[in-house]
């Protein structure tokens, strides 16, 4: 069974540009969580979606969005990108419940310049 | 509140030496789960093994092992015989109950010299 991808898996963009990251889940799966991690914060939760809905957001401002099709794919989108925003952005899929183990993909680099 | 400590910023060992990574906790729940994850230099996280609250029996797993100790809140990870292939960063994470994210330690990186 095929992993986690995630498109692309680098990125280099200017501050106020806007960039969208995409995520598919392991076939089967139905949730996705994305995470930022950054050396100095270490990995933080953005949030998560099951069933297209948005079930659990982290810490973020509102300029970090996310959406899930009805394939379960998952795309996350940054606006008015800041330097603070260089960092890994980490997919994870589960099955369904709250108690399933995440499965990772292999990140996107995001450099802000 | 929910925390986990991973005091051990950086590991050094020679090839074949036995090393324990730590990892402490803190939640007020009484189901939660813990979690270690592997990150080689090329970023994904893998997973290596969970733990329910309720289960305190140690694993075992080829060279890896893991000892969850409730009563210290403790949920180390030990590496017999270390490999070079052993060098990643190791990840330490806990999920409460019905919470659905994952509240990670800083990260212990280990470096294996042959």
């Known amino acids: 069974k095929a992993g986690v991808t995630q498109t692309p898996r680098y990125l280099i963009k200017t501050r106020g540009q806007q960039v969208t990251l995409s995520c598919s889940p392991i076939s089967g799966h139905r949730s996705v969580s994305w995470y930022q991690q950054t050396p100095g914060q270490g990995l933080q939760f953005l949030f998560e979606y099951f069933s297209e809905t948005q079930r659990n957001k982290g810490n973020f401002p509102g300029r970090f969005s996310g959406r899930q099709f009805s394939n379960s794919r998952s795309e996350m989108n940054v606006s008015t990108l800041e330097l603070g925003d260089s960092a890994l952005y980490l997919c994870?899929?589960?099955?369904?419940?709250?108690?399933?183990?995440?499965?990772f993909g292999p990140g996107t680099r995001l450099t802000v310049l | 509140a929910q925390k986990v400590t991973q005091a051990q910023t950086e590991i050094s060992v020679v090839e074949k030496e036995d090393v324990t990574l730590d990892c402490v906790y803190e939640?007020?729940?009484?189901?939660?789960?813990l979690f270690w994850y592997k990150q080689p230099p090329s970023g994904e996280l893998v997973f290596l093994i969970r733990r329910n609250s309720f289960d305190e029996q140690n694993e075992i797993s080829g060279r890896y092992s893991w000892n969850f100790q409730k009563s210290t809140s403790s949920f180390n990870f030990t590496i017999t015989a270390s490999q070079v292939v052993d060098s990643a960063v190791y990840f330490c994470?806990?999920?409460?109950?019905?919470?659905?994210?994952?509240?990670w330690g800083l990260g212990t990186s280990l470096a294996v010299n042959p």
């Open positions: 939640t007020r729940d009484t189901t939660y789960y």
């Open positions: 994470a806990l999920k409460e109950g019905n919470n659905r994210k994952l509240i």
């Open positions: 994870a899929s589960s099955l369904e419940e709250s108690t399933d183990t995440q499965y």
